[in-house]
């Protein structure tokens, strides 16, 4: 007599139904009964799991310089708190952005040609209207905000700190 049990387990953005059966066994049915198999079978559900389940990259021993730390913990935060989004994915420029200069949000690569590194920091922390193309028009749509109340100064910097690397790495491409 077999006696079947259905669990519904949910996974985050996986769902797996896992079936346990349970065989009792009996001394008249030993026969027909595997001798490894104990008092009662459990099928476990990690095969059905493993079948689901998307593959994990390796893992490595890889570690960090100290020095790329701080430059790999600025890119988690550029990401984090959503500069691609006006600054476009590569960080080249962004969105149009009417009576800006240049017509775009600024792109990011390139500022150590333009400021310092205090400089953008305190633009990120106290955020900054674009300069108009045209003085009579109106206000562009777009501009830095504020993220002072929102993003710790140790994250702003570190997003500089990758900001800087991805203008030197720009440099590199071009060359």
């Known amino acids: 007599m077999n006696f079947w049990i259905s669990i519904r387990m949910t996974i985050p953005l996986v769902s797996v139904s896992a079936?346990?059966?349970?065989?009792?066994?009996?001394?008249?049915?030993?026969?027909?009964?595997?001798?490894?198999?104990?008092k009662t079978?459990?099928?476990?559900?990690?095969?059905?799991?493993?079948?689901?389940a998307p593959p994990t990259a390796p893992r490595t021993n890889s570690t960090l310089a100290y020095e790329n730390v701080n430059v790999e913990s600025g890119k988690q935060n550029v990401l984090r708190y959503g500069c691609p989004v006006c600054h476009g994915r590569d960080l080249k420029g962004g969105m149009a952005n009417s009576n800006a200069q240049g017509g775009v949000v600024l792109p990011l690569i390139h500022l150590p040609d333009?400021?310092?590194?205090d400089e953008v920091i305190a633009i990120i922390r106290n955020g900054k209207k674009p300069p108009l193309q045209d003085p009579k028009g109106l206000v562009p749509p777009i501009y830095m905000p504020a993220w002072s109340r929102i993003v710790n100064d140790v994250h702003i910097k570190s997003a500089v700190e990758?900001?800087?690397?991805?203008r030197q790495k720009s440099e590199k491409e071009n060359w």
Do not use: R
């Open 162 to 166: 990758y900001l800087w690397t991805q």
């Open 114 to 117: 333009d400021y310092t590194k």
């Open 19 to 38: 079936l346990f059966m349970l065989q009792p066994s009996h001394a008249a049915s030993a026969s027909s009964q595997d001798a490894n198999v104990s």
């Open 41 to 52: 079978q459990v099928a476990t559900p990690q095969s059905a799991l493993a079948k689901s």
